[in-house]
């Protein structure tokens, strides 16, 4: 094993919440440093345009935001690492954080903003047809499907921004939704009925995917109507799962307080997880409002929370 390297600071994550805790923790002269993880720059590198992000009248673009976030951080002296964290020891400090690369990091305070990763339906078809017409990124794979017919799952606001992007390619975007009336707001609802290659399957949920990932992938999808139980073929080149979030919680194992979603809990008005010098912030510990500005938010909480334990853990140590 690789001698620990030790940093006062360590982010985990380098999502809106990751980044802005890096800007203010390298502010107060903490010389952080940013643990990328598996999606640097997080959800906002996968989705086109961010028009809710203050400061951009005209909208800006996620990946672009992420990159000027990034480079904010490093003007103020942050590290940023590009590994992921597969496992830690919380039960003391240092606390000790083990990389993919074998690289192994102690650090006198955590800041956990892994975020949160798309969720699955849960079927064996999923996994089988994943790359090959299977999906949970319009932004990523919709360029693949001009011109033909796709289907987004879900009815909140991420499945109607999806369903929207994929009509820049499809011909034909069938939205399958579990009940008869969307989640999303009223203003992506607009916009999405407005649209005439997007068409509502309502009341519906989706009980197989059909295809062969060696010829050609998806084909169909096997539909059930939940109020009649009729069963029935839509012929599709592509589906995108679009039914929300999970927190990336693994390498925490049970060492923090979890609510029964599996978000990290922290204290109210807080960033304080259940382990003293741990905090936690963007989508890993928020299952409400999950936008890119309260991530940024409580990533700035986090900091000012982390350098504020710091001061006090050293106060005492000058004290004895
Ligand atoms: P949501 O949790 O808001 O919506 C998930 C959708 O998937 C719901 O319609 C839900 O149905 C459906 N669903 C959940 N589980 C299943 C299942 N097993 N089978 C079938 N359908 C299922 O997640 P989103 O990712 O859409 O949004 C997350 C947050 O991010 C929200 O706060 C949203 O406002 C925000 N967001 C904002 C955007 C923007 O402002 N531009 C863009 C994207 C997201 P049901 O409605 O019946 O529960």
Known sequence: M??????????LGSGPAGYTAAIYAGRANLKPVVIQGLQPGGQLTITT?????PGFENGTQGPELMQKMEAQAARFGTEVIFDTVMKCDLSKRPFT???????????????????????WLGLDAEKRLGGFGVSAC?????????????AVVGGGDTAV??????????????????????????????????????????????????????????????????KTDAISELPINGVFIAIGHQPNTEPFGDQLEKDDSGYLITKPDSTATSIEGVFAAGDVQDSIYRQAVTAAGSGCMAALEAERFLAAQEGDATRK
Not at 168 to 197: C, G, S
């Open 161 to 226: 921004e999806e369903a929207l992007f994929l009509t820049n390619f499809a011909k034909k975007v069938y939205v399958i939704h579990r009940r008869d009336a969307l989640r999303a707001e009223k203003y992506m609802q607009d916009r999405m009925f407005a649209n005439d290659k997007v068409e509502p399957v309502w009341d519906s949920v989706v009980e197989d995917i059909l295809g062969d990932p060696g010829a050609g992938g998806v084909t169909a999808l096997k539909l059930r109507n939940v």
């Open 2 to 11: 690789a001698d620990p390297i030790h940093h006062r600071v360590i982010v």
């Open 49 to 53: 345009e961010v028009d809710n992000f």
């Open 97 to 119: 954080l083990y990389c993919d690369s074998d690289d192994v990091y102690t650090c006198d305070t955590l800041i956990i903003s892994t975020g949160a990763s798309a969720r």
């Open 138 to 150: 319009a932004t990523c794979d919709g360029f693949f499907y001009k011109d033909q017919e796709v």
